[in-house]
């Protein structure tokens, strides 16, 4: 069974900063894509991030230059680290393995795997 989980949301004051893990068993994950996607309330689900399984690195438009993702083959655990956060980035964010697309309407999607999703809420 293939598992993905997400921790490290939490409430952050605009300005500061949080690091979401996600941990994926079950999956060859040396071989995977990972990605993080968000949605906030009203909106549609949000490419964050994509780190692909060749190294290919790609950002959404709206956290380039405030949001870092790694990844750690050996621990099979991807990271997306968020600085300067503001109250735009408050919203559920999820682990995605093998998707990367953009243009979603929901999270999770049909395609791929997902984790159960991590709140995270930045205040002003």
């Known amino acids: 069974e293939v598992q993905v989980v997400e921790s490290g949301g939490g409430s952050v004051q605009a300005g500061g900063s949080l690091t979401l893990s996600c941990t994926v068993s079950?999956?060859?994950?040396?071989?995977?894509?990972v990605s993080w996607y968000r949605q906030a309330p009203g909106n549609e689900c949000e490419l964050v991030s994509l780190?692909?399984?060749?190294?290919?690195?790609t950002y959404g438009d709206s956290v380039k230059g405030r949001f870092t993702i790694s990844r750690d083959n050996a621990k099979n655990t991807a990271y997306v680290r968020m600085n300067s956060l503001q109250s735009d980035d408050t919203a559920v964010y999820y682990c995605?393995?093998?998707?990367?697309?953009?243009?979603?309407?929901?999270?999770?999607?049909?395609?791929?795997?997902w984790g159960q999703g991590t709140q995270v809420t930045v205040s002003s």
């Open positions: 780190f692909s399984s060749d190294g290919t690195i």
């Open positions: 995605a393995v093998d998707v990367g697309m953009t243009g979603l309407r929901q999270c999770p999607y049909v395609l791929g795997y």
């Open positions: 079950g999956y060859p994950f040396d071989d995977s894509d």
